[in-house]
């Protein structure tokens, strides 16, 4: 009997996805010029995450219509974001086919307290993650996917630094802890003891780890790899930006070469106007996205 | 023995192990003078239209044909397999590839991620009667001449196909960390002519 939506095979796509920039996309044309460009994978959306911050109000999931179009059109994966604990919208998500679902801080949380049971699910899920404890609280409920949550939408990856800084930290403090202080930590972290112990054996996540929030640029990007991520989400970077095509094959060129400063120089010429950023330190608290979710 | 694996984008690391297990060290190759030092070449799971994107960029492409031509022993897993390919079957997009074997292949052809499916099934010439299948949005073969060797379908459709010294899969055994097939690749390099004056000496 062929067994559907097993955790290798949920994680197995993530695999595939590694070394691979996944695009933001509000429109078919967006798709298509992401495809084209290189990208491993879309993110259909109703409006990226700086439209979001701007327009406030309540983020949901997409018009499914919007997705099913996207779909239409791409032939690399395809995902959408269902709110926080939203379990409906991700029962929504995959009843349409899509390839992977987020569970996302940038959409409005539908839950305080509960992500989604995401065991019970066929299509795997990547979740946002600040430090280590919460990237193995999400894996615990089921994600086979993580990414950091950086800060969406601000055109600044200070905080995506932030986070993945903070999920190696934690990596290496478990690499180097005798075996009897694996469970103090684990009820430090917040973590299941099982993937603690596991992390502590294999000296790395479980799951691919991408880069997430306030992506901007090909230096960006390559920033991240060299960090140690395993690929990059870019969300309003390429569309807010004066030439999205250009802006993402060079996204997508800086993720493969991203150990080459010189290869790195000649991707970055002449790319126009970044997105406009934002500091992070001057925004308020209750505009921050990234603190959603525990 | 020098494997490289084409390392753009896609599971690298997974085929980079099991190779490590079978004490053949992995050459990660994004550059074509890295070519000229490989005995033979691994293609990874990943996405077609990027790392074809990247290929045709970097001048990769025109490098790995013509190792291709020169005899090059080549294994592509799934993505790599698609590249491999010269002809699509109702691909819906224009997409650059390599080009250089004689088989069709569907994308996509089992359907999307919700689709993707583990399943034993057998491969004769391993020997082997449950050879762990992993399908991730995988692709089928059909043969496009008489020089291309069915070596194991599913479901009646090939999904491992040789041609001469070239190998396609259409599944992962590097995700199911199943070795066989990598030791397979590596006797189909020792049993090859290339590179002729360099030999396999390392």
Known sequence: ?294 | MKIGIVSFQGDVAEHAEILKLLDVQPIKVKYPYELEVLNGLIIPGGESTTVGFLLKESGMDKAIQKRAHEGMPIWGTCMGAILMAKKFIDNPIEQPTLGIMNIKVKRNAYGTQRESFEEEFPIPILKCNSFPGVFIRAPWFEPDGTSVEVLAEYQGKPVLVKEGYMLASSFHPEIAGESFLHKYFLDMVRSSKYPGVRGLSN
């Open chain 1, 1 to 294: 009997m062929a067994k559907e939506g097993t955790v290798l095979v949920k994680r197995g796509l993530a695999q595939m996805l590694k070394g691979g920039v996944i695009m933001d996309v509000t429109t078919p044309e967006q798709a298509k010029i992401a495809e084209d460009a290189g990208a491993v994978s879309v993110m259909a959306l109703e409006r990226v995450p700086a439209d979001i911050r701007k327009e406030g109000g309540v983020a949901r999931m997409a018009d499914p219509s919007i997705i099913q179009k996207i779909m239409e059109v791409v032939t690399i994966p395809v995902m959408a974001k269902c709110r926080i604990g939203h379990f409906v919208e991700a029962q929504i998500l995959e009843s349409l086919g899509i390839d992977f679902i987020d569970e996302s801080e940038v959409l409005t949380p539908a839950d305080e307290h509960f992500h989604v049971n995401k065991h019970l699910f066929k299509i795997p899920f990547v979740c946002g993650c600040r430090d280590l404890g919460e990237a193995l609280r999400r894996i615990g409920e089921g994600a086979a996917m993580i990414r950091t949550k950086g800060e969406a939408g601000t055109g600044n990856v200070v905080e995506a630094v932030r986070h993945i800084r903070a999920v190696q930290d934690g990596i290496k403090k478990l690499t180097v802890l005798p075996e009897e202080e694996w469970m103090t930590e684990a009820k430090n972290l917040g973590a299941p003891y099982e993937l603690v112990k596991q992390v502590a054996q294999e000296k790395r996540l479980p799951v691919v780890n991408f880069a997430a929030g306030g992506i901007a640029t090909p230096a960006d990007a390559a920033l991240m790899m060299q960090l140690g991520c395993d690929g990059v989400f870019v969300g309003s970077g390429i569309f807010k930006s004066s030439d999205p095509a250009k802006r993402a094959k060079a996204i997508v060129q800086a993720v493969a070469y991203y150990d080459n400063p010189k290869k790195l120089a000649e991707i970055s010429k002449g790319l126009g106007d970044s997105m406009p950023g934002l500091d992070v330190r001057k925004l308020p608290e209750e505009e921050l996205l990234a603190v959603r979710g525990w």
